[in-house]
Antibody
């Protein structure tokens, strides 16, 4: 059974940093591109970033470029999101998702990041 | 960035109804479109990819169509478990973008 489990979401002050993790199981991790997608409270979905299987390609939405960094450790079946210079507008549930021909076929339950003083 | 516009934003329907949600892209995205269903407090669920391919395990009452800039999601014979919010997403180019969502409510 495919599983994605996110962790690391907490309350953090504006300007602070946070690292999210996503541990995968039930599939060959290094065969799939993976994404982070977020959803602000009561709002729609926003794609944030993704990373190719071997880490050779990373893509970001403009609003997080230069502040967020995606990475992965294929030996640990883990995906990460380093989030720096956090802003109130980064408050959201962050989902880890597996890419399937470009769409996302499996999602984690999400982890809540709250940026507030 | 490619803008995805869904219509309507919400509507009411009854079980057994046939419902249609539309999604329009601001530029040609070929068939690089997915549809997701999301229920409150839950992660999104992939329904359709490549505009019209049904994801494994998704009931056949869900149907996707379209290409280029105009797409539709049709739910035939709406079931109680189908009341949810639906999102389209393009993956033709980066950043991948979602529509604003369409909430299907009980009439």
């Amino acid at each position: 059974e495919v599983q994605l489990v996110e962790s690391g979401g907490v309350l953090v002050q504006p300007g602070g940093s946070l690292r999210l993790s996503c541990v995968a199981s039930g599939f060959t991790f290094n065969s799939y591109r993976l994404s982070w997608v977020r959803q602000a409270p009561g709002k729609g979905l926003e794609w944030v970033t993704n990373m190719k299987q071997d880490g050779s390609e990373k893509n970001y939405v403009d609003s997080v470029k230069g502040r967020f960094t995606i990475s992965r450790d294929n030996a640990k079946n883990s995906l990460y999101l380093q989030m720096n210079s956090l802003r109130a507008e980064d408050t959201a549930v962050y989902y880890c998702a597996r890419d399937h021909y470009g769409a996302s076929d499996y999602w984690g339950l999400g982890t809540l990041v709250t940026v507030s003083s | 960035a490619i803008r995805m516009t869904q219509s309507p934003s919400s509507f009411s329907a009854s079980t057994g109804d046939r419902v249609t949600i539309t999604c329009r892209a601001s530029q040609d995205i070929s068939s690089y479109l997915a549809w997701y269903q999301q229920k409150p407090g839950k992660a999104p669920k992939l329904l359709i990819y490549a505009a019209s391919s049904l994801q494994s395990g998704v009931p056949s009452r869900f149907n996707g169509s379209g290409s280029g800039t105009d797409f539709t999601l049709t739910i035939n014979c709406l079931q109680s478990e189908d009341f949810a919010t639906y999102y389209c997403q393009q993956y033709y180019s980066y950043p991948r973008t979602f529509g604003q969502g369409t909430k299907v409510e009980v009439k």
